[in-house]
T-cell receptor, first 114, second 115 residues
């Protein structure tokens, strides 16, 4: 099992450009999440999905869109990148039932917007 | 808005027990408390989760008082490899039931274990 993988690992964008971050999991998890982590801060939830075809807003959703067309994939899009979106982005997934409700995290994508 | 508060940093020595406390005064009835460990340039890794009283697994214990307004992660006999950032997470986005979509991470506690 590869677990949770993220593509790309690094990216530099100019202000106004768009891009899509891909998250894939091979554990058949129902829930998937996108977080951002800024220096000196904990992780903040951007969007999440409780199943294929569903998405919902988290704590900091502005400037981002997501899609979950397949159960194993969760895409995070930036339509018009801004310097404030410079961050490390983590994807995670988890089971719904059985407990404990452990999130498995990917290795992260480091994004710089100039 | 619910908030979690942790000490910014802690120092310890190999072989000692380390206790890290997280304050979550606004915890809601459906919230669980989870702790994660993060090494540089890696994603967080699950340590332990609980709802009330005490939970123990092979790597840590979690103590939650009756009012649930705080929780304490206990790491027995730490080693140099336990040097990392530890995050407290409070949320209700679990188990497929009704939820508010809340997952609030603390700012993290940097634990430095010395030889």
């Amino acid at each position: 099992n590869a677990g949770v993988t993220q593509t790309p690992k690094f990216r530099v964008l100019k202000t106004g450009q768009s891009m899509t971050l891909l998250c894939a999991q091979d554990m058949n998890h129902e829930y998937m999440y996108w977080y951002r982590q800024d220096p000196g801060m904990g992780l903040r939830l951007i969007h999440y999905s409780v199943g294929e075809g569903t998405t919902a807003k988290g704590e900091v959703p502005d400037g981002y869109n997501v899609s979950r067309l397949k159960k194993q994939n969760f895409l995070l899009g930036l339509e018009s990148a801004a310097p404030s979106q410079t961050s490390v982005y983590f994807c995670a997934s988890s089971y719904v039932s059985g407990g404990p409700y452990e999130q498995y995290f990917g290795p992260g994508t480091r994004l710089t917007v100039t | 808005l619910a908030k979690t508060t942790q000490p910014i940093s802690m120092d310890s020595y190999e072989g000692q027990e380390v206790n890290i406390t997280c304050s979550h005064n606004n915890i809601a009835t459906n919230d669980y408390i989870t702790w994660y460990q993060q090494f540089p340039s890696q994603g967080p890794r699950f340590i332990i989760q609980g709802y009330k009283t005490k939970v123990t697994n092979e790597v840590a214990s979690l103590f939650i008082p009756a009012d649930r307004k705080s929780s304490t992660l206990s790491l027995p006999r730490v080693s140099l490899s336990d040097t990392a950032v530890y995050y407290c997470l409070v949320g209700d986005l679990w188990a497929g039931g009704p939820h508010t979509g809340k997952l609030i991470f603390g700012q993290g506690t940097t634990l430095q274990v010395k030889p």
